[in-house]
């Protein structure tokens, strides 16, 4: 009898499996192909298609195996093998160094941190896959952004810009695309940064993994504060390719002091106790307005001498699970 009843919760319990894991496949293969098919639309819901992977964390690290290999094979079937491959290098591998980092108890920062390791080597491996070298890798990007350039502009003329302006920004084409191209690099670290954050935000509303992990409370390690007004020295080396690393990096640590003043923000924002409408606005302002970021910014690199929230540790961390 009683082995009757084991074999029937057994069965369950892989009935529940399965349809938790097919559910998180089709929500993961469908974000990801609207994603690419419908761009630039529907781009934002790459941004999500992690998360199913990290809510079947919480079950465990076969769940999300599972999750990432038939996400995979569905996607290879449904876009080809290319598709399959980026899915696996941007999203699938990322997500799972999250999960293990999360399952393990890591600090948020120290999470997220591999993350973006594991983003970064994936999105360098992808490039040279694509392109062989960095010749070519350089040519296309250009191609890239010069072509993103023209339909903003174009966008941006068919709103009724002033013919001035247009005028102006036609003029700074080249040597704006060179800048952004300088520090691609950088840019892509922070899109890995803002998808890997975007998800954990999510999670928590989602599961009970990072319930526990105060966001606000988030604090870049001291030490880096010397790697950031070294690299901003760096950026005026006389020597090209040292000053481009010293440049990146600085804008790579950059993104981490913002998201320390932004937590700041969100620190105080909740003690306040403002109504839900007033925080919001407030964030979109942030988004919205450069000067505002600018401070939000400056909150972030003072925060090792100022101790706005006078925390006596220096991240957010899960409590001991014992």
Known sequence: MQ????????????????LHVTLAVVVSAGLY?????????????????????LILAER?????ALWLLLTTAVVSVGLGPDAAAGFVLLFGTPACTVAVGLRQRWSIERAVLAGMVAWSVSVAALAFLAYGDLTTLSAAAHQQL????????????SFGAPESTLATATAEREPLITGLLEILPALAVLCGALMILTNVVLLRSWTNRTHDVDLRLWRTPESLIWALIGTGFGMFLP???????????????????FCQGLAIVSYFLERLRLPRGVRVAGYVLIAVQHIVAGIV???????????????????ARYPDPN
């Open 239 to 257: 020597w090209v390719l040292l000053a481009l690393l010293a440049r990146n990096i600085f804008v790579v640590l950059l993104g981490g002091y």
């Open 297 to 315: 910014l400056a909150l972030g690199v003072f925060d090792l001498w100022g101790n706005f929230r006078g925390l006596s540790a220096g991240s």
């Open 60 to 64: 465990g690290t076969l769940e999300c």
């Open 3 to 18: 082995f009757a009843l084991d074999r029937d919760a057994s069965g369950s319990r892989l009935v529940q499996l399965a």
């Open 146 to 157: 010069a072509h993103g350039f023209d339909v903003a502009l174009s966008t941006y003329g």
């Open 33 to 53: 192909t609207a994603g690419l098919t419908v761009s630039p639309y529907a781009g934002p819901l790459l941004l999500a298609a992690p998360l199913p992977g």
